[in-house]
């Protein structure tokens, strides 16, 4: 058998060109048809949706032979956010789906209204990734054309980009899926981080020289740049992402400051790492120090239950393997010249837990009286008692859940950088 297929290579290799050629010429027409949307804004414009899409088209790579894919944006306006998706592919004269929607972002314009409403259309495909990233923004349409000035351009890239901000607990990666339930669990609470993209001022594209007299001697003919010029990217996600908190699918707060921000990570279970600045810090000597500080297992646990018919939420925070990663005095001290785990006393330990402990109450107490249940305390109380969970909601609401519930903090800085 093996001496007779190598007699006869000739007609094997004549065979597979005969099947295989016209099938990739086949593949590359319906690639060159095709328009993919891997990200999403919604703006409101009087009744009206205005919804711009992210897109990718293949055929820019595949005719040009440089970049993979060219990203660009298609916006339209329609009554429903699935009918503009389809104006997408009339207005393009490509079809187009949403098997490859990494993210959607939600403008100010459309926060008065039940957000779980307006993306059900993600659920209704059944070739839709739930797992999008969603996002807000105080102008939707001209956020998302902003992501063409990141160095992490691709829908995929800013993903990744919100997952590490959320781990740093200076934003949060909410998915679409979790958002959606979140509405029909007791909690009814949910939490997603702005899109903001700013513009570094000294960040312009630089030229050489040659390129800046050709420049001069005409304005109107501008010189060639190189490939590692073109790439330079102007723009930059704000740090601290604000949050917006969702009740019932309904926006009823917003996080804009540093302090509410980094305190509801802190809560958050999901966020394990730290990277934070403390002021007024009280060495030994007496003399005051601003600290930046970096922990790199952050562990949060909660437990829920009912005492004497009052809901009581316990929450326990643990910063371990922590590292000072910048020391700047008030004035001369002796105290700079200390190592990292000489300096964290218990009293330099102690005073970073009690701002740490002040931000995280300050987020817990704002989302409340927003009616907001950022802890999942509902949720956790549900799971983890379900017959004081079906006493007391028997004739409580969540509002009185969140009115009489009684917090026990707890933060430990960890002296241990190992």
């Known amino acids: 058998m093996l001496s007779y297929l190598k007699k006869h290579t000739w007609l094997i290799t004549c065979f597979l060109a005969v099947v295989l050629i016209p099938q990739s010429l086949t593949l590359q027409s319906k690639l060159e048809g095709r328009l993919i949307i891997t990200g999403l804004a919604i703006d409101k414009m009087g009744e009206e949706y205005q919804i711009t899409c992210q897109t990718v088209s293949p055929s820019s790579g595949l005719i040009s032979g440089k970049d993979a894919a060219g990203i660009d944006f298609v916006t339209v306006t329609a009554a429903t956010i699935r009918e503009g998706i389809n104006k997408v592919a009339s207005t393009t004269t490509k079809s187009s789906g949403l098997g490859h929607l990494n993210f959607i972002v939600i403008g100010e314009s459309v926060l008065n209204e039940d957000i779980t409403s307006v993306i059900d259309f993600i659920v209704r495909d059944a070739h839709t990734d739930t797992s999008a990233l969603m996002l807000v923004a105080k102008n939707a349409n001209e956020e998302i054309k902003k992501t063409k000035d990141l160095e992490l351009g691709t829908a995929i890239q800013l993903r990744k980009a ?45 030229t050489n020289p040659v390129q800046q007299q050709s420049t001069n001697e005409n304005e109107t003919q501008s010189a060639p740049q190189s490939s590692s010029e073109q790439l330079i990217k102007q723009g930059r996600l704000s740090y601290y992402s604000p949050l917006a908190l969702f009740r019932d699918g309904r926006h009823r707060k917003t996080f804009m400051s540093e302090n509410e921000i980094v305190g509801y990570n802190m809560l958050c279970c999901t966020s394990n790492n730290l990277i934070s600045g403390f002021g007024n810090i009280t060495q030994e000597d007496g003399t005051k120090a601003k600290i930046t500080m970096f922990s790199k297992t952050k562990s949060t646990k909660v437990s829920v239950e009912i005492k004497d018919e009052i809901p009581h939420i316990s929450v326990n925070i643990k910063l371990s393997k922590n590292q000072i990663l910048e020391l700047i005095p008030e004035e001369n001290s002796l105290e700079n010249y200390k190592t990292q785990q000489n300096y964290l006393t218990n009293d330099v330990r102690e005073q970073i837990s009690q701002q740490l402990k002040q931000k995280a109450l300050l987020a817990y107490s704002s989302a409340a009286e927003s009616g907001v249940d950022i802890l999942e305390a509902a949720t956790r109380l549900r799971r983890q008692h379900k017959k004081q969970y079906s006493e007391y909601f028997s004739n409580h609401t969540l509002d009185d859940f969140l009115h009489e519930a009684i917090l026990d903090l707890n933060v430990v800085v960890s002296k241990s950088t190992k």
Do not use: D, R, W
Request: proline letters at 4%.
């Open 162 to 206: 919100f997952l590490s901000k959320h781990s740093m607990c200076n934003g949060v990666m909410t998915i679409a899926n979790k958002f959606l339930s979140s509405k029909f669990a007791p909690s009814a609470s949910s939490v997603l981080s702005y899109l903001e993209i700013k513009k570094e001022p000294n960040s312009q594209n630089t």
